[in-house]
């Protein structure tokens, strides 16, 4: 069949905003028990209620009546509420699901077919990231409680347990506090040993969160708690008990996130590599390794730029799967019908996140519940490749590039597309990696899509993340500049159709990269940041610190950097038209810093539109609010071509 002959991003495409808003299934923690993997998705056709689902190997969403079941009935919604992000939102032990309700933030348990029972009665605590404590009948877990006092504004964080039996269901008592953040409360197999993870403002978990360990006596209180790794410049992520009873954890002491072993005396390296093995902790629960009953251990690693699963073996033997998959997340140990394996969320080039079985071997991946359907042909979808390139400063940066994908359009010879530069947030996160229906939605109407991961995203090493440390809003957004540079040198983009677009910090650097350049033909800030000391003044204690570090400030000197930092400041600089768009319940990004750089644009006359939402906090959930969202940003950079 002929290709109809289209202007790059003017191409018809079969990929709807409703699509995206219908396919935006998003995953949120898995873990497994006794045979099934279980796991929480948010669904925007349900205005973003978190369900609890549970499936098994071997039944996918194909087989019917044996594919995954919706466990958490309505109106309830798993989400917690800790440190704004949330994460770690249930349990299962057994055939019994405990898990943080979204409204009230208490616990509750039930068994599947069962109505929610109510644990905790506990208005001015939150919790989250569970473990179970089978001597003492309790749950072990992160602790958010207000701070009542007219002083300080900052919640108190802490360790607790919460009782489950002998009359005494719901009564909360204190396992561990006095640092100001704590995560990853995990009980050795023989109950006799607590391990946690705790740290300090000004810092961030993945710049200095510590390991300890402590003795749980038989009364269930624990004693003086012992460091085991990280602080002093170091990182540690993910503690986890063998069946064995070593402590596993990754720290990124050697400048990569790598993983380790502790037997109670010693510390042994368990797979070096020039790779990282850990996650930015935004949200508890994120696992990237998993560990079995015969020692091996499967681990994602990300390696310049690219994903793979790795399995260690015996003296740290390590074997790199081939396996059709861009990105593995949240791997949990599961043994099926069919022997051992990990379920974990997975992506590839062709079908979006999915979770899967992967079975011991390596050689299988059993999907067991898609996020979306995917009936496209090969020839509308678009796949990224990575690419590099300088920096002003000499240095290589990173990202995905996904080129115009239609197999009905092609473009009058000599025409370059138009592209999108994509900013991720964080700013320590980095570029999601496979199938993603919102960039698909742009390539296949004729753009190209670059996802880039500045300096200061993690994947690349903690020196690579360190490279932003005092120079947020310099350095990544000269990285944003080259990168757009690049595009246009490189003769991957319409040198008047250069667009930047991005989210939260993500937005943030939208709106400096138009004040920096004029590169861009527009931008679209999404819950951005305009005035970087209301941000310290107003955020939550979970990133009280965090703007100190990027900026290289201190609580007693900060204000005159700051200031010179923010858009805000720049505004006569933007010259280009931008659209914001807002969730009005948003408390990481209030609705004033959107309010403020529209009404100073406006006041100049620059080109701008305003979307905000009731109901949406920071990031959209809501079905409506992604169509509406998407469909205006569409029409804005038409409008401005």
């Known amino acids: 069949m002929a290709k109809v002959s289209a202007q790059f991003g003017s191409w018809p495409s079969e990929i709807t905003a409703s699509m995206v808003a219908g396919q935006s299934i998003r995953f949120g923690s898995l873990l497994c028990s006794e045979g099934f993997v279980y796991w929480s998705e948010s669904r925007p056709d349900e205005g973003g209620r978190s369900v609890i689902m549970r499936g098994c190997a071997g039944a996918g969403d194909g087989n019917a009546g044996d594919g995954p079941q919706m466990l958490l009935p309505a109106p309830y919604s798993a989400r917690s509420g800790v440190h704004e992000y949330g994460g770690g939102e249930f349990l299962a ?36 990231d569970f473990c179970y404590d089978p001597l003492s009948e309790r749950l072990i877990a992160v602790g958010e409680r207000k701070n009542k006092s007219d002083n300080h504004h900052y919640p108190e964080n802490l360790l607790v347990s919460v009782a489950l039996g002998g009359g005494n269901t719901g009564v909360i008592t204190e396992v561990a506090l006095g640092r100001d953040f704590y995560a990853s409360p995990r009980l050795s197999p023989d109950g006799q040993t607590l391990a946690w993870l705790a740290w300090d403002l000004p810092d961030m978990p993945w710049e200095a969160a510590a390991l300890y360990v402590a003795s749980v006596y038989e009364d269930g209180s624990v004693g003086p708690s012992q460091l085991v790794a990280g602080g002093f410049g170091a990182s540690v992520f993910q503690p986890e008990w063998s069946f064995a009873g070593d402590l596993y954890y990754i720290s990124d002491a050697s400048g990569w996130g790598n993983l380790y072993k502790w037997d109670g005396q010693t510390t042994d390296a368990v797979a070096s590599m020039e790779a990282d093995c850990g996650r930015p902790q935004w949200v508890f629960g994120v696992r990237s390794y998993a560990l079995s009953e015969s020692g091996e251990i499967a681990i994602s690693a990300i390696q310049d730029g690219q994903s793979a699963l790795k399995i260690v073996g015996d003296e740290g033997h390590v074997q ?8 593995v997340e949240n791997i949990a140990p599961l043994r099926s019908l069919d022997g051992f394996g990990y379920a974990a969320i997975v992506t590839t080039d062709q079908n979006p996140a999915a979770i899967a079985f992967i079975d011991g071997g390596g050689a299988d991946v059993d999907i067991i519940r898609h996020s979306a359907d995917v ?55 980095m570029a999601n990696r496979g199938f993603q229906w919102k960039v698909q939605y742009w390539t296949s109407r004729g753009f190209g899509f670059f996802d880039i991961d500045y300096s200061g995203s993690t994947g690349y090493g903690r020196a690579y993340r360190e490279r932003l440390d005092g120079q947020w809003g310099v350095r990544d957004i000269a990285d944003v500049i080259c990168g757009g540079q690049h595009l246009i040198d490189a003769g991957l983009c319409d040198p008047k159709r250069l667009l930047v677009s991005g989210g939260s910090s993500g937005g943030y650097g939208v709106l400096m990269a138009l004040a920096r350049s004029d590169i861009f033909a527009a931008g679209a800030c999404y819950y951005g940041i305009s005035d970087l000391n209301q941000l310290l003044k107003f955020t939550h204690k979970f990133e009280g610190g965090y703007t100190y570090r990027l900026t290289g400030t201190t609580p007693e000197a900060h204000e005159a950097v700051l200031k010179e930092r923010s858009p805000l400041t720049h505004i006569s600089e933007i010259k280009s038209p931008l659209i914001v768009f807002q969730g009005l319940d948003d408390r990481v990004v ?46 804005f950079y038409q409008k401005v071509f």
């Open 93 to 128: 032990v057994g055939d019994e699901i405990f898990f943080v309700n979204a409204d009230d933030q208490d616990i509750y348990r039930f068994a599947p077919g069962d109505e929610p029972e109510r644990v905790t009665s506990e208005p001015d605590l939150r919790f989250a």
């Open 320 to 327: 790199t799967l081939d396996l059709d998959l861009t990105s």
């Open 375 to 429: 009936s496209l042909d090969a020839g509308d979808i678009s796949c990224a490749r990575v690419i590099a390139f300088k920096g002003d400063e000499g240095d290589i940066v990173y990202g995905q590039y996904y080129p115009p994908a239609n197999k009905s359009c092609a473009a009058p010879g000599g025409a370059l597309p138009p592209a999108i530069l994509g900013i991720h947030g964080g700013p320590s996160g």
């Open 590 to 635: 209030p609705p004033a810093q959107s309010e403020m750089i529209v009404d100073g644009l406006r006041a100049r006359g620059i080109a701008v539109e305003y979307h905000e939402f009731s109901g949406e906090g920071h990031g959209f959930r809501k079905a409506d609010t992604i169509v509406t969202a998407l469909e205006a940003e569409a029409a």
